[in-house]
Each structure stands twice: as structure tokens, then as C-alpha cells.
């Protein structure tokens, strides 16, 4: 049984369907993207996985129906989002942005433990922890947000855009870091629209189109494949 | 933890005193200057109420001043003659403090989903609303007695003490307003412990986070309607304790004392000190409350040693200066007087 699997999700603006009826699955400890144009309901779809859009049809994760489910118990089940534009909190520290990344969690000495994980897999974090979130730069953010999300020990990770706005040099280091975390154990679900990054890094692909999957293969099928070539990887 | 010397224990033991003889200071330049405390005392309650809701959660508020109303007609109408009930205070002010605490859940369960102006719109109308009804409802069924309000509201009586009335203690005259001061200082205390504790606990940070991004708190596991709800709820519930004790000092309640200004001022008062920050907006209320009482007692008699007579109505300078203060204090200190922490920082990295 896959750990995360949405059958048939359909999400609705108004009377304009973003995603028309998408299934898709994601295994424990897998690397998957999802890709595609803008506005092919990506972003979307990753929403109604986080359960910030009303959606219909069935998503399970860790063997349990989680449409219908309220945002905030994800975390508690081992889904952590990472949201579009990172969403660090500004006013407050490094230190205290992660804090808030275990808000769910009980168990004080796995907190400290993993708190110390995040400082030595994001180095860069250990050195800023008193530093106001604002002030980071666009990558360290990303990284704060990444480490944020880990602090709430997820099982699958779903990473909405983490190279929007960021720097070719600052995406590669957070791309390092995603690779990183995903050696670590935890299942990610990336989607990104910098096909290429998006492919070379997971293991597996999805490719949507106008609220539809149209394609689902290895990464390096889709690499080598023509229809791919020529929409997402300038020829 | 740090251990606190001597200097320190000195610096409490001097505020202490400085506020418990303070009554007896102002009452030698006159009485008035006891109420006026107290009425300032008051702001502060109102002003750390919201500053949960406005300055802690990021929820702008407008309509503030209609749990200030709840309290205050909960309190006139169970301790007057208008209906003839007369509940003792432990009774009420409580009450008082809840019946705000569900109107603040009654505001806040509508509008979870609204922010920034367009919550500051509801809200404002939510303000209105309630003084509509307060000004209304005084037919086919005479509830609040409309705009001619209530009038001989019992004043607090706790303990056989009778807070209305001046009694000599060891020689010593305690005037009505002496008496309720120190009722007013001893919430204040209460108060003020309640908003630090805040401040500083699991769930003040879980107000910040949503303050800053609301997405992202829920991907942290906030459940963000109740901790926003609770935002309301308790900001609500200071506001009511501070209605109860203006109905009992003043006596007097009619919905004029809760208009759309007063809502302002007290949003004011929390802007100017520094959002966020229990100090900051100690002072802020504390700074609005007295400034405009010190223009209306020196301005006429400054005007006629210059001028021989008066040229501008107090009114009208206060106004002026308040506005003036305003835009200075935001040029200046953008972030408010005191401002909590994390403001200054962002805004010293930002400079």
C-alpha cells in the first residue's frame, strides 16, 4: 500500500475546474514530482492534498482517508507542508520558526533531538538561529521553511515551488538540501515547475496538463521522452 | 533562573509605593485628578484587551468598544433600579466579563475567514450594531432605556465595604475614587500577570504565527479557527471587566459613552505604544488617558496669562495636538513608543 494515494481529485474555483479528476500515489520513503505548465493545476492539487482547498474525491495517507480532514491535524500524522512563497514567520527567529514547526508535538527530548538533526543537516540555520526569519535571504527562508517542516518529524514531505524566486546558485544549495532530507528517510512530493531540476532530482514523474495527469513514468523515461522534451525542456 | 539583586527588588518596592500613596498626591491638587486615574486605569484594561486581538493575533478590530458596552450594561442593568435587581458585584462583574466573552465568540465565528480591511470593515459594523441596538431597545419593551441611558447604578460593594462612600480609616479620609483606585490597582495586577503569562505561552505564540502567515501555522499544526477564536474571546472578556467597573464608578451608563471614536482611540492607544508589546501599550493607554486632561487644565488658564483671553477651545487644540502627536510618533517611531521586541529588531535590520 503506497503511503500517500489521492484517487479521482477534483478542485473547483467557481464554476472553473482547476484539477479534473487526478489520481496518483506516493511510496514510503519516494521521491515524486509533479509537474508542468503554469496554471495546469499543480499547485492546485497540492493544496487539496494539504486540505487548504475544498476538493472532492479520496486521499489516503498512512492508511487513512484525510479528505475531510482540517489542515492542522496533518502535521500530527506525519504530512508537512511546505507552502508556496515558504511562509516563514518574519517576526520571529530562526530558532523560534522552528519551535513553531513542533507546535503538535508532545515529546520534548524528540523535538531537542531532531532540532539538532535540522541545525546539522541546514548548517546555515545553526548559524542565523537568532537572526529575525525576515532578514534571511530568499534561500536561507526556503531552508528555514524546509527545516520547519521537518520539525514536525513528516513522513511525506509536499514542497509547493521551493525554486520560485530564487537565484540559480541559491536553488541548487536548496535542491542539495531537499536530496539531503530525502536521504534521510522522509517521502517528498515535490511539485516545481523547473522540469528539468524537477526530473534529475526525483525518482519518478507526473506530468499535468490542463487539470489532467497525461503522463506518469521513471524520471528518465520522461527525460527521454519527445512530448516532454519539447513542452518542458526547450526542445 | 537569573537571579534578581537587590537593585532591582528596590526598583519594585519604589513603584509599589509610588503607586499605592499616589491617590493621596493627586487628590491634594484636586479629586478630579483621582477619577481621571481611574477612568485611565480603565483605557489600559480596554487597551490590553485588544492588544491581544490586534497587536498579539494581527486581527484588526474596530468594534472594540462594543464589549466595553457589554460589560457596562451588564453590570447597570442587574445592579440599578431600572429593572429593581440588584446582584452583588461577584455576581456581575464575572458575568459581565462572559456575556463579552460571547460576543466576542458571536464577532469573531463569522469573520475567521476575513483580514486586514475587510475584517477592520465587519468589525467596525459590528461596533455599531451593538451601540444601535443599546441606543433601540428601549421599545415595545424598555430594555436599555435607549438614549437616555441608566442612571443610579450601584457602585461596587464587596466585603461590607461600600465603594460609593467616603469613610475615615486610622484617621486617614478614603474618598470614594481613593477606594475604587485601588480596587482598579489590584486588577490592573491580575490583569497584567494574565497578559505576560499570555504573551510568553504556547498559545501567544500561536497567536504571532498566525499574525505573520496563517498558512503556515496551520501546515504547523494550529488549529487557527479556535486559537483566533480564543484571541476574541479573551480580548472580549477584558473589555467586559472594564465595562463593569465604568458602570459602577460612573453610575451612569448611555450608549454614547461606546461610539465608533472611542474604539479609535483605544486602537490608538495600543498603536502608539507599541503593538504586540504589554508595556508599550500600558503606556500608550496611559499617555492618551492623561494628555488630553492636562490640555483641558492648562490651556485656558496658559491663553488668558498670554492673551487675556481665550482663543482656541480646549477641544479643538486637543484634537489638534493629538493629531500632531499621532503623525510624529509614526514618523518617528514607526513601530510605537515601546515596541515589542521583534519590531525594533526588524526595524533597526531594515534601517
Known sequence: MPLMEALDLKVHYGGIAAVKGVSFAVEEGEMVCLIGANGAGKTSTLKALARLLPATGEIRFAGQRIDGMPTHRLIRLGLALVPEGRGVFARLTVAENLAMGAYAREDAAGVAEDLARVYELLPRLAERRRQLAGTLSGGEQQMLALGRALMGRPRLLLLDEPSMGLAPLLVEKVFEAIRAIARTGVAILLVEQNAHLALTTCARGYVMESGRITLAAPSAELLADARVRAAYLGG | ?351
Open chain 2, 1 to 351: 533562573m537569573r537571579q534578581l539583586r537587590w537593585p532591582y527588588w528596590l526598583g519594585v518596592l519604589l513603584v509599589a509605593a509610588t503607586l499605592l500613596l499616589l491617590p493621596f498626591a493627586l487628590s491634594a491638587i484636586g479629586t478630579a485628578w483621582v477619577r481621571i486615574t481611574n477612568l485611565a486605569i480603565l483605557f489600559v484594561f480596554l487597551a490590553l484587551g485588544l492588544n491581544i486581538v490586534v497587536g498579539m493575533a494581527g486581527l484588526l478590530d474596530l468594534g472594540y468598544v462594543a464589549f466595553y458596552a457589554v460589560g457596562a450594561y451588564t453590570w447597570a442593568l442587574l445592579a440599578s433600579p431600572h429593572f429593581d435587581v440588584h446582584w452583588p458585584a461577584w455576581a456581575i462583574l464575572p458575568l459581565g466579563a462572559a456575556l463579552a466573552c460571547v460576543a466576542g465568540v458571536l464577532l469573531g465565528a463569522p469573520t475567521l475567514r476575513l483580514r486586514g480591511d475587510y475584517l477592520a470593515i465587519v468589525t467596525l459594523g459590528f461596533g455599531e450594531i451593538v451601540r444601535i441596538f443599546l441606543n433601540n431597545l428601549s421599545a415595545p419593551f424598555n430594555i436599555t432605556n435607549g438614549p437616555k441611558g441608566i442612571t443610579r447604578i450601584d457602585g461596587l460593594s464587596l466585603a461590607g465595604i461600600q465603594f460609593n462612600a467616603s469613610e475615615t480609616f486610622l484617621g486617614i479620609p478614603f474618598t470614594a475614587p481613593i477606594k475604587y483606585y485601588y480596587v482598579l490597582l489590584i486588577l490592573l495586577l491580575v490583569i497584567l500577570i494574565i497578559n505576560l503569562r499570555l504573551a510568553d505561552s504556547r498559545i501567544g505564540r500561536a497567536w504571532v504565527a498566525i499574525r505573520e502567515d496563517e498558512i503556515a501555522a496551520k501546515a504547523c499544526g494550529i488549529d487557527t479557527r479556535n486559537v483566533k477564536l480564543l484571541a476574541f474571546a479573551m480580548g472580549a472578556s477584558f473589555g467586559g471587566i472594564a465595562g463593569g467597573m465604568f458602570a459602577a464608578i460612573q453610575g451612569f451608563v448611555s450608549p454614547e459613552s461606546f461610539v465608533l471614536n472611542e474604539s479609535i482611540m483605544i486602537l490608538a492607544m495600543v498603536v502608539l505604544g507599541g503593538m504586540g508589546n504589554v508595556w508599550g501599550v500600558i503606556a500608550g493607554a496611559m499617555l492618551l488617558s492623561f494628555v488630553p486632561e492636562l490640555l483641558r487644565y492648562t490651556v485656558e488658564p496658559i491663553q488668558r496669562a498670554l492673551f487675556g483671553r481665550m482663543l482656541i477651545e480646549p477641544e479643538v487644540l486637543r484634537m489638534l495636538i493629538f493629531g500632531a502627536a499621532l503623525v510624529l510618533t509614526m514618523r518617528f517611531r514607526p513601530a510605537g513608543l515601546w515596541p515589542e521586541k521583534r519590531h525594533k529588531q526588524e526595524m533597526s535590520v531594515a534601517s
